[in-house]
């Protein structure tokens, strides 16, 4: 009879050898971050300082110098009138409403994880790109990262970073990396073989054809990844906000714990008002860029 | 040893994973289909062995699948055979280093692609300087030249605009100017016209005939369609599922096909746009040189035939009929030939292709005298000699044109119609 309690009862592994893999782990992973933490937070301290730089560039210049700034930006990008004064009109309810600083500071944390993400997606989307083993080891650590909850992945980064703006960069940055590799690994794959046969044929190297075919013909597909990788970073501010990452994240993290609605919901709509200004300027610059598939289009 | 510009010896080229463990049951004659059903492993190519000539058009065909593209990218290794050898102008290509590689491909071997391969990002111009930008000369010259090709080709003024905005014809004409832009020797054609439609693919066979005549380069051309193979190639090959079946003359194919699948290509070809009067004329009935019309009309009943061709010092004049002969010999027989009694039959050439001389030929009531650019007579083409080329062909007319008796005033009429039927 005792033997077949199995049937009635999951045959878990025994509580003390759980207790002991536990242990092993943590106090493995807490040694680990003892005897490295420092140096690896010194790797990342130049990352810190262009973070801290860029922040400062943002919260210490005169409001208008931004707006102006913005704008033009906008206008180069997208050479739209109306979408110029909408990023205008945007920024000046954010500034209206009180939360000018916060907005800077997430602009500065979103626009150094998505400058990180495209750094570091598009180079591995094209290791990708070039050989299916690489594909077939990088694509089951996307899926692992875009399900993994977000919680999970910041205690170890925690612990070995502690509480602040480069761990929180590195949380971003593991949320919103995975579409831009995607989209570049597929963008590449996509190239008609017969337009990069023909360059080979003449004489292209594998430089000449990556940046001279490859990528322009990809870059519709790498804007769109870029574009994603934008929007879930905005995405992650929230979260991030809860290991000390200062920006409109923080009073609505403050607005749950103390249910303050209002303040939650107007930086809730700041989050969404940026987000709506990064994607469609980003979009539009893509689109313009790709002028020479309008004729195709429209065959 | 042979010194053909190009040489292709004993080429295999096995698609799979693993090509050399299948190879033994590739030279023990396994059948393509079997060898995939089996091994999963497809023969592109097996044994092929060709020479090109320098300057020449050599035209590949054979149905879709056969191994066509297979064959052409491998003379710049765009694929790598898996056993064989391929020596262009002496060297083996497959001894060359990644570098020398593409150095060849800069300079001595450019490619036109079947659905144009053109770069949808970059303007017509770019597209054409694409070869020149890739060795790196300065951009304004290389523009210059592009700009050159490109109105060799007939685009002038497109220089700014996307292939995207231009039609399929002069898509491939860009391919074309970006294939030539690089002054390489030899081109590869990848059923470069195919998938154009019928007007502006003749046009631009027209264009590349006149290119070839101005630029003699070695060209590669493949194509499913006879009709274009035989209008353009100097020497055609025919393949069949990776295999070489018959390499030859245009006209050895047409003429002398070496199996039912050569023979099924050649079936539906128009004889009268692919075969020149040479191949199907026949020695000449008498000539009469005599000067007056008592001795022609004595050379004239030597012969067997009722009509012979006048000939005098400046060469065929017209021909002459034993009838009119005896009526004028009842005038005066001693009076010298001339045009009175001559009937003017225009001579044709013998480079001349059949269709171009069909109204002729039909309309004449003798067979027409054939007569080469140094003005000698060197045969003549008769109504029954021409419908037999045009209707049947083959190995047939081969031994009636041997036959050398030609019947063709006789029963003349019945053939007319059929050879009306065969030029539609
Ligand atoms: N990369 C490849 N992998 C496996 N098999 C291939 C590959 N490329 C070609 N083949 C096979 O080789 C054979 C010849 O193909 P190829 O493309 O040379 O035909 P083709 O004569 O050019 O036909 P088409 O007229 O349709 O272009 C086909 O049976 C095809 O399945
Ligand atoms: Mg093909």
Known sequence: ?????????????????????RKFLDSGFREFSRNYGDAIEAFFDPLLAFLVWFEQLLLQSPWWIIILVVACLAYLASRSAKLTLGVVAAFLLIGYFGMWDNAMRTMGIIAVSTLLSIALGVPIGILMSGS?????????????????????????????????????????????????????NLGIRLVDREVLEAATAYGANRRQRLFGVQLPLAMPTIMAGINQTIMMALAMVVIASMIGVKGLGQPVLKSITNQYFTMGLFNGLAIVALAIVFDRVSQAYAKRSQKHLEGMNSE | MSDAFIQVKGLYKIFGDDPDAVMPLVLAGKSKQDLLAETGHTIGLKEIDLEVERGRIFVVMGLSGCGKSTLIRHFNRLIDPTRGQILIDGDDVMQLSQKELEQFRCHRISMVFQRFGLMPHRTVLENVAFGLAVQKMGRAERNEKARQWLETVGLKGYEAQYPAQLSGGQQQRVGLARALCTDADILLMDEAFSALDPLIRSEMQDQLIELQEKLHKTIIFITHDLDEALRLGDRIAIL???????????????????????????????RARALTVETVMRPPAGRITAVTIAGAL?????????????INNEGYQGVLTQERLEAAARDDSDAVVCERVLEILPPVSPDALLETVLPETLDADYPLPVVDDKGELCGQLSRASLAQALVEGGGGSETAQRGGDDSGSVNGKAVVSAAGAVQR
């Not at chain 1, 205690?155 to 990396?177: E, H, R, S, T």
């Open chain 1, 1 to 21: 009879m005792a033997d077949s309690t199995w049937l009635t009862e999951f045959p878990s592994m025994d509580r003390a050898d759980l207790v002991a893999i």
């Open chain 1, 132 to 184: 299916n083993r690489v594909q077939s080891i990088v694509t089951p650590i996307l899926d692992v990262m875009q399900t993994m909850p977000a919680f999970v992945y910041l205690i170890p980064v925690v612990m070995l970073l502690g509480i602040g703006k480069v761990p929180g960069i590195i949380a971003v940055v593991i949320y919103a990396i995975p579409p831009v590799i995607r989209l570049t």
């Open chain 2, 240 to 270: 069949k599922d990776g295999e070489l079946i018959q390499e030859g003359a245009p006209e050895d194919i047409l003429l002398n096909p070496a199996d039912d699948y050569v023979e099924a290509f050649v079936r539906d070809v128009n």
């Open chain 2, 298 to 310: 004595r050379q004239m009943r030597s012969h067997s035939d009722d009509y012979a061709y006048f």
